[in-house]
């Protein structure tokens, strides 16, 4: 196992800028100083050019749906995976893009561009949107916004010191389903809210195995498997077990079904209500061994109150694993109080999505649905006008042609992606009412627990933070 370095311990020179000034970006990127805090100011009919870090699996269509802007010219990528399901097919689609297997090379290459789009496990969100910051380029990043909260707090303090326009793919913020939502608390329709109960019901099919495989098998042709490790510890490769997609089961490279989803599910609660950072989380989860995050979990957060809660503080309870979701008794309802299934057979929630609790009615929240009151019977002949849709991915373009603004930019993404984290912290401490001063980034409650704000990263691989 090669060296690791922690935040504060910085063998390799990380400390940011200090590593800058030696030349040096996170993970070897070379940089002159004057490009550091610069970025490019466009003319009118400049198009912006956008690099895409991750261009496979859903990197694809986070650069086709960015690209789609005529504001937009693609102008390099790079996959660790030459295959034509990863790097082929979207080479293919824009051949005039250089492409490339490593993105601190494509960093080097950072005068060619102006954006850059980071679609790569969660691992290996930080490092590269940390470097590129660095280097003046605006970024949007995958859901959730990293992998440690140490690293979320990063990312929010980049884009605000260097004045980039950032963007977090939680895209379904833009939907008419969220906005619609988010709308409906504002305008005061179900009250003030009381309490918020969200859940993912689904199956967690990236679990192949309980723990890490034994032996090695040959690292398929093309396939850069030491870049894909990037910041983690060297492990051998085995297919169909970490790339592509299944890598989500292991702790080392995620945050399990929390981390896939917190930041969507968890997405129209903190805008509707004005959420900030909690101030104590408590969970039960199933156990778990020290690779292989759980199967169900229930998280609770309790954040301060707002001028759309009805208290002091609001409690906000998280619900995740196969079936599982807030009994009806707790949210106060019966199935006759949710709208009718198919043929009238009886209500049932959603298999993912939010209930909040209103003063005067409940609002359900469905994850990409539009939302409904409950009790459903009060609510017959009320009907919902949808909020028109945003373009998640274009507007982000246009912000940075300064004539739109971002809704996920980092300054509101790092605060959601910090709590989704603090819920997966307080996941592997079951049970331990843990304290949070966000400001201090002081975590209490249970030895060990503020150990995993942050991580240990793999020499040479460790991110410039600022
Ligand atoms: N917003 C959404 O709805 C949504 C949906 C799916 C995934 N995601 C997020 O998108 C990201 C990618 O998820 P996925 O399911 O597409 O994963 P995946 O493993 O299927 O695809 C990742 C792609 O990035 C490439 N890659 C991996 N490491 C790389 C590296 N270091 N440098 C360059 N390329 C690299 C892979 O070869 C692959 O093409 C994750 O952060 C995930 O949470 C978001």
Not at 295 to 324: C, M, N
Not at 361 to 366: E, Q, R
Request: charged fraction near 20%; hydrophobic fraction near 40%.
């Amino acid at each position: 196992m090669r060296s690791r370095t922690r935040p504060g311990e910085r063998s390799t020179g990380g400390g940011g800028l200090g590593v800058s000034r030696r030349g040096l970006l996170g993970g070897g990127v070379a940089v002159g100083l004057s490009a550091l805090g610069w970025s490019r100011a466009l003319g009118a009919n400049e198009r912006v050019r956008i690099a895409s870090i991750g261009c496979g699996g859903k990197g694809f269509s986070d650069l086709l749906d960015t690209a789609k802007s005529p504001h937009a010219e693609v102008v390099a990528l790079c996959n660790i995976d030459e295959s034509k399901a990863h790097l082929g097919a979207a080479a293919e689609k824009f051949p005039m893009a250089k492409t490339f297997t490593d993105w601190r090379r494509l960093l080097d290459d950072a005068g060619t561009l102006d954006a850059v789009i980071v679609s790569t496990p969660d691992h290996m969100h930080a490092a590269p949107s940390l470097a590129a910051m660095h280097l003046g380029k605006h970024v949007q990043c995958q859901k959730p916004l990293t992998h440690t909260l140490f690293e979320a707090r990063q990312l929010r303090q980049a884009a605000e010191r260097f004045k980039l326009v950032t963007q977090m793919g939680n895209q379904i913020q833009s939907h008419p389903a969220y906005r619609t939502a988010v709308k409906l608390v504002h305008d005061g329709k179900i009250g003030a809210v009381k309490a918020v109960h969200s859940w993912q019901a689904g199956g967690m099919p990236w679990r192949k195995l309980d723990d890490r495989p034994a032996g090695a098998a040959d690292v398929p042709a093309g396939v850069h498997w030491d870049e894909w490790l990037g910041v983690a510890d060297t492990r051998p490769f085995q297919p169909e077990i970490y790339h592509p997609f299944n890598w989500r089961a292991w702790q080392e490279f995620a945050n399990g079904q929390l981390g896939d989803f917190g930041c969507h599910i968890l997405d129209p609660v903190f805008m509707a209500l004005g959420l900030t950072a909690p101030l104590s989380v408590r969970a039960e989860a199933t156990p778990m061994n020290r690779e292989v995050w759980y199967t169900k979990s229930t998280v609770r957060w309790l954040f301060p109150g707002t001028p759309r809660t009805a208290g002091p503080t609001i409690e906000v309870t998280w619900y995740d694993g196969q079936g599982h979701k807030p009994a009806l008794d707790v949210l106060g309802l019966t199935a006759a109080d949710l709208p009718a299934g198919k043929d009238g057979a009886e209500g049932t929630l959603p298999n993912s999505g939010s209930v909040l609790i209103g003063t005067t009615a409940s609002l359900v929240v469905p994850h990409v649905g539009m939302p409904y009151y409950v009790p459903a019977q009060r609510f017959a002949d009320v009907t919902i006008e949808p909020e028109p849709a945003r373009d998640h991915y274009t507007s982000w373009i246009d912000a940075i042609r300064g004539t739109e603004r971002t809704t996920s930019h980092f300054g509101y993404a790092g605060p959601l992606t910090e709590t989704v984290l603090l819920g997966t912290i307080a996941i592997r401490h079951p049970g331990a009412l843990l304290g949070w001063d966000a400001d201090a980034m002081a975590l209490t409650g249970a030895a060990g627990a503020s150990g995993l704000l942050t991580k240990g990263y793999r020499g040479g691989w460790q991110p410039a933070w600022v």
